[in-house]
């Protein structure tokens, strides 16, 4: 006769699971957020509408925004465990690349900030590596946290990505390394650092040093040379505070990493129309390696611009 762990303990009965998993149904968030200060579940509520509009004011001003403080201290110590026992699986690249990620232009003269090339070190851990149960996993896929950030963003909706690996990534940036100067080609990323280090990693950012009208090579090349000291502002970044950033037009970096501790922060990815795949080759020199959903989100796109189907 099959014996059930049920019929042995009934109190497994009565208690299933401790963990919770990652649920694209849940609203209540309240085990993992501060819901006093950000009531996710409740959209109309005063206090959330408040933190929303100052977001959008924040965005608008300078495309940046943080709500502090937005996991629950217990949900902090244990995404901050999490992120460290995930980070043994990071997949590291490293490179030179300028802040356009273009490749040299010997045309241009030497002093142009386009020549100016900087060590690049990524280090990722993809969605498909994070477990169901995880803090991050859980925030990444909750229809409350979709819609502050829709709401935050001013969009109807957002979508999780349909990539396998790029909707949620943790980002490890390990003593000695670096992000330099950039761009997002993203049009926002939403972010929550789980670990900081114990000196440097801070996050600095040029308010729409760029605008759609002109690249204002002369003021970015005195940021990226460290001429123009002024202009770059330091946000200070706590473990567990939740960042909107606009990054198309506002130059940033994080800077080296100093001490002993590594830098981890979840990237929250989301897009304006469902089904967004990365591109293959994008994919294979981030991640190391490619899925089947990228060989056929592909194989999709070629097929397009053929012009033979749809
Ligand atoms: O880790 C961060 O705080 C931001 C990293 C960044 O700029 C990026 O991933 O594009
Ligand atoms: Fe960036």
């Known amino acids: 006769m099959p014996t059930t762990a049920a019929a042995i303990d009934p109190a497994v009965d009565a208690k299933p699971t401790q963990r919770r998993l990652a649920d694209a149904e849940r609203t209540d968030l309240s085990e993992l957020v501060d819901t006093d200060r950000y009531p996710l579940h409740d959209v109309d509520d005063p206090r959330l509408q408040a933190e929303i509009a100052r977001v959008r004011e924040d965005l608008d001003r300078e495309g940046c925004a943080v709500l502090r403080g937005f996991l629950r201290p217990e949900a902090l110590e244990q995404a901050r465990d999490e992120g460290r026992e995930l980070s043994t699986k990071s997949y590291y690249s490293s490179c030179r690349v300028n802040a356009w990620f273009t490749s040299d232009d010997e045309s241009l003269p030497a002093?142009?900030?386009r020549?100016?090339?900087?060590?690049?070190?990524s280090g990722f851990v993809t969605r498909d590596m994070i477990p169901a149960d995880t803090v991050i996993q859980q925030l990444?896929?909750?229809?409350?946290?979709?819609?502050?950030?829709?709401?935050?963003?001013?969009?109807?909706?957002?979508?999780?990505?349909?990539?396998?690996?790029?909707?949620?990534?943790?980002?490890?940036l390990p003593p000695g390394t670096e992000q330099p100067w950039h761009y997002d080609?993203?049009?926002?990323?939403?972010?929550?650092?789980?670990?900081?280090?114990?000196?440097?990693?801070?996050?600095q950012y040029c308010p729409n040093i760029r605008t759609p009208a002109g690249e204002n090579y002369a003021g970015v090349g005195a940021v990226i040379r460290g001429e123009d000291t002024t202009t770059p502002r330091t946000l200070?970044?706590?473990?567990?505070?939740?960042?909107?950033?606009?990054?198309?037009?506002?130059?940033?970096?994080?800077?080296?990493?100093g001490g002993q501790r590594e830098r981890h922060t979840a990237i929250f990815a989301y897009s304006q129309q469902p089904g967004v795949v990365g591109r293959l080759e994008r994919t294979r020199q981030l991640y190391g390696r490619v899925s089947e959903a990228h060989i056929e989100a592909e194989k999709r796109r070629e097929v397009r611009a053929d012009g033979l189907l749809d």
């Open 115 to 121: 020549r100016h090339f900087m060590e690049r070190t």
């Open 185 to 203: 080609t993203n049009e926002y990323i939403v972010t929550m650092m789980t670990d900081a280090p114990e000196t440097g990693g801070e996050f």
């Open 140 to 172: 990444y896929v909750s229809p409350a946290m979709k819609r502050l950030v829709a709401e935050c963003l001013q969009e109807d909706e957002v979508y999780e990505y349909a990539d396998p690996f790029a909707g949620l990534v943790q980002n490890v």
């Open 236 to 257: 200070l970044l706590r473990p567990g505070d939740l960042q909107l950033f606009k990054g198309r037009y506002s130059l940033h970096r994080v800077t080296r990493v």
């Open 111 to 113: 002093s142009d900030p």
